[in-house]
T-cell receptor, first 113, second 112 residues
């Protein structure tokens, strides 16, 4: 009965590779987000989608491409991975009418070597 | 630019030793201030929403308050299970929609 789930939980890869992270929510929410949390625990929004439509894109490099096949899923594809992409990536969801109360997934720890 | 600053960065308390965490913000048009709790290896968990100066919210040993420039998270008689990182966030309206801007958190450790 997990609310927001992400796969994989850990991802170790080399520079230059392409990787994807998947996110699913079963809360019936219509808005989903991707956040990046760096080594200093700073949590910063990357993207938000409402009903499969991109709403927020926070000046994220073009190597990052989110895709939302339906309201319950928001995936993140990263091309040409760089060392600086190493971080924990969190998916979250909320009702658009209550964007503040966001439910977060467990995170995906990405390590680029 | 919207800014959220939390202090202290880390706080160590003895069980039962009450204290407060601070969140100061500089935003153009605050729509709401939120507190989240994050345990190691997990995603943040929503605690409170505060909308206007003077508002207070309580949950067990936690009490959040809001002024025009800052918010406090008061922890009364903390227990070891209160150990976590506490994140403060403000809601801002961008050209495309609403978003949360987070502070860097206060890492709280409560010892027996």
């Amino acid at each position: 009965d997990t609310a927001v789930s992400q796969t994989p939980k850990y991802l170790v890869t080399q520079m230059g590779n392409d990787k994807s992270i998947k996110c699913e929510q079963n809360l019936g929410h219509d808005t989903m987000y991707w956040y990046k949390q760096d080594s200093k625990k700073f949590l910063k929004i990357m993207f938000s989608y409402n009903n499969k439509e991109l709403i927020i894109n926070e000046t994220v490099p073009n190597r990052f491409s989110p895709k939302s096949p339906d309201k319950a899923h928001l995936n993140l594809h990263i091309n040409s991975l760089e060392l600086g992409d190493s971080a924990v990536y969190f998916c979250a969801s909320s009702q658009w009418s209550d964007v503040r109360e966001q439910y977060f997934g467990p995170g995906t720890r990405l390590t680029v070597t | 630019e919207d800014q959220v600053t939390q202090s202290p960065e880390a706080l160590r308390l003895q069980e039962g030793e009450s204290s407060s965490l601070n969140c100061s913000y500089t935003v153009s048009g605050l729509r709401g201030l939120f507190w989240y709790r994050q345990d190691p290896g997990k995603g943040p968990e929503f605690l409170f929403t505060l909308y206007s100066a003077g508002e207070e919210k309580e949950k067990e040993r936690l009490k959040a308050t809001l002024t025009k420039k800052e918010s406090f998270l008061h922890i009364t008689a903390p227990k070891p299970e209160d150990s976590a990182t506490y994140l403060c966030a403000v809601q801002v309206i961008t050209g495309g929609g609403n978003k949360l801007t987070f502070g860097t958190g206060t890492q709280l450790k409560v010892e027996l």
